[in-house]
């Protein structure tokens, strides 16, 4: 593929300094700054939520979060009034016969943050080997792969699918597609289905993994539904580029770009992973860039988005409770990702300080709680 066309960049540049200087941005800035917690004299935080990143005048603005000060805000505090599932209810929708390690470590990180239930959706093979994990999580053995559905049954299984987890999603504060998913044709079918019905119910949706591989060629399962977020390493951005905006990406006007595919799938929140987690919903660009661990081993994503999903349901329920108008309110998605990021990056860099080269995804989720509580103590 060549390059971009020229003219989608000025168009952003032009709207990025509009933006900047808009009332609207005004307001949002106002109110992220606001969720910094008040300090002991009883005035604010002296740190912004944002601070603005030094970059190339033609990248535009990047914020860096106040992490920190978003965590604390967003978290509830522990109520011994609350029943079972107040503190967030999240289902993983994936797990295979070949990948059940991924939506394992997703569904018992999003417990780790706080969550009181996490569900495991997932095929019938990888069902009892999730189990065996941990009695923590409930798991429903109930999607199908390709191997183990005649041609003649399909449309019947799926329909059947489908109507065994409606019975469910409208519960659940969050649900995250795609750890362990694999790319079988008919289990793709139906999570499509599980979509479509999630955001019908207005029930937010992580969206990892495979769960990208399946939207980047179906982009109408999450176009212009802003309780999506997306959460792609390099390798998935570069696919998502390439197929939304069909050029490749440049690193010399990322934040524009980010914004323009956000923009172009219209208004989800896209998580772009690496050195510095990137987050846009299509109107500002943030970052958090706190140093999480040289260690690079496999699963960190999967703990991520279920942290995500915790703290982007944690985040939505703190800003209707504080009943902030809509067009002026901060976006929830974006909270969650800030603070899923920190969380993520605090325990990786915990977890190798004490076991260095050996650091495994397991190591990390331990350090999950104590992260938390080193930002936000339980006894607050």
């Not at 000025?10 to 709207?15: M, N, S, Y």
């Not at 289905?193 to 955001?199: D, F, L, V």
């Amino acid at each position: 593929m060549g390059a971009c066309p020229h003219a989608w960049q000025h168009q952003l540049q032009h709207r990025g300094r509009m933006w900047a200087a808009s009332p609207a941005f005004r307001r949002q800035l106002f109110l992220l700054r606001s969720l910094a917690p008040t300090c002991a004299d009883g005035g604010r935080a002296s740190s912004s939520s944002l601070r603005p990143h030094a970059m190339s005048a033609a990248a535009g603005p990047v914020y860096e979060a106040d992490a920190e000060a978003v965590v604390r805000r967003i978290t509830p505090p522990l109520d011994r009034a609350r029943h079972k599932g107040q503190a967030g209810k999240i289902a993983i929708i994936g797990g295979c016969r070949e990948y059940t390690g991924a939506p394992y470590f997703a569904a018992i990180s999003a417990l780790k943050v706080g969550a009181d239930l996490s569900h495991v959706f997932c095929t019938k093979d990888a069902a009892t080997v999730i189990k065996s994990y941990s009695p923590e999580l409930i798991v429903h053995p109930i999607l199908e792969e390709s191997y183990s559905v005649r041609d003649d049954e399909r449309e019947s299984v799926s329909s059947s699918i489908l109507t065994e987890v409606i019975k469910w999603v409208e519960r659940f504060d969050c649900i995250v597609v795609g750890p362990g998913l694999g790319r079988d044709s008919f289990l793709m079918d139906c999570v499509s289905n599980i979509m479509r019905h999630a955001r019908q119910a207005n029930i937010p949706i992580v969206v990892d993994g495979d769960g990208l591989f399946l939207i980047t060629n179906n982009i109408g399962l999450v176009e212009d539904n802003s309780l999506a977020i997306l959460t792609p390493n390099v390798y998935e951005y570069k696919r998502l580029v390439q197929k939304i905006l069909n050029c490749e990406v440049n690193e010399e006007n990322a934040s524009e770009q980010l914004t323009a595919l956000c923009q172009k799938i219209g208004g989800v929140t896209i998580m772009k992973k690496g050195k510095a987690d990137v987050i846009s919903d299509g109107k500002k660009v943030t970052q958090v860039s706190t140093f999480g661990s040289p260690r690079r081993c496999g699963g960190q994503g999967d703990i991520l988005s279920g942290s995500v999903a915790v703290f982007s349901s944690w985040a939505r329920h703190f800003l209707l409770s504080n009943e902030q108008p809509k067009e002026t309110s901060v976006n929830p998605m974006v909270l969650g990702c800030i603070a899923g990021s920190l969380l993520l990056r605090k325990a990786a860099a915990l977890a190798f300080e004490k076991n260095k080269r050996s650091t495994v995804t397991t190591d990390i989720i331990e350090f999950l709680g104590q992260s938390l509580e080193d930002i936000c103590p339980a006894g607050r």
